[in-house]
């Protein structure tokens, strides 16, 4: 299996634009999770899915963070308008519950800058 | 979730046993404790996990108190490789990380 796929890696761009992260989850994995790491505030968690159901969106810094998931195998996370705070690295990263519970398989990661 | 609690950094010298501890004292009966391992910028890796028995894989073992109110994580032999932040965590449904324990193995 390829992992969990992430894009782009890297993304440098200027305040006000859209934003707009991809992740392809493991293949028959049911849940999908968004995480956020910066260096002040370590890794957070942004919102998590079961089968394509946003569940928990808490963590979701503003309503200019939002995400989707229109199938099982795709989700995207975007941020309109983006803000320099948004710098961070985002992490995607799924699982399988029922055989699997607890283990988290995350992405690369994609890398944000907003200058 | 219930919080937990790690020191922020320890060392280990190469070859020996990295023991690293984690304080969950308000986790309740049917909270899983879990470790995971972030090296360098990569993503998180899951490493290990359990309720109420000690637990052992291929990479660690783990040990949790019979009150279950704090546990142990074990690297038998540490490598340089395994320098990294480690993560404990409880609970298991939105799998919240702290800031973990930055663990440097010195040759």
């Known amino acids: 299996d390829a992992g969990v796929i992430q894009s782009p890696r890297h993304e440098v761009t200027e305040m006000g634009q859209e934003v707009t992260l991809r992740c392809k989850p493991i293949?028959?994995?049911?849940?999908l999770f968004w995480y956020r790491q910066t260096m002040m505030r370590g890794l957070e968690l942004l919102i998590y899915?079961?089968?394509?159901?946003?569940?928990?969106d808490s963590g979701m810094p503003e309503d200019r963070f939002s995400a989707k998931m229109p199938n099982a195998s795709f989700s995207t996370l975007k941020i309109q308008p983006s803000e320099p705070r948004d710098s961070a690295v985002y992490f995607c990263?799924?699982?399988?519950?029922?055989?699997?519970?607890?283990?988290?398989?995350f992405g690369e990661g994609s890398r944000l800058t907003v200058l | 979730d219930a919080k937990t609690t790690q020191p922020p950094s320890m060392d280990c010298a190469e070859g020996r046993a990295a023991n690293l501890p984690c304080n969950h004292s308000?986790?309740?009966?049917?909270?899983?404790v879990y470790w995971y391992r972030q090296i360098h910028s990569q993503g998180p890796q899951y490493i290990i996990h359990?309720?109420?028995n000690n637990e052992t894989n291929e990479m660690a073992s783990l040990i949790i108190t019979e009150d279950r109110k704090s546990s142990t994580l074990i690297l038998p032999h540490a490598t340089l490789r395994d320098t990294a932040v480690y993560y404990c965590?409880?609970?298991?449904?939105?799998?919240?990380f702290g800031t973990g324990t930055s663990l440097t193995v010195i040759p």
């Open positions: 990263a799924s699982s399988l519950r029922d055989s699997r519970p607890g283990e988290l398989f």
């Open positions: 293949s028959g994995h049911d849940y």
């Open positions: 899915f079961n089968n394509n159901v946003p569940i928990d």
């Open positions: 308000t986790i309740s009966g049917n909270e899983y």
């Open positions: 359990g309720l109420k």
């Open positions: 965590i409880v609970g298991g449904n939105q799998f919240y």
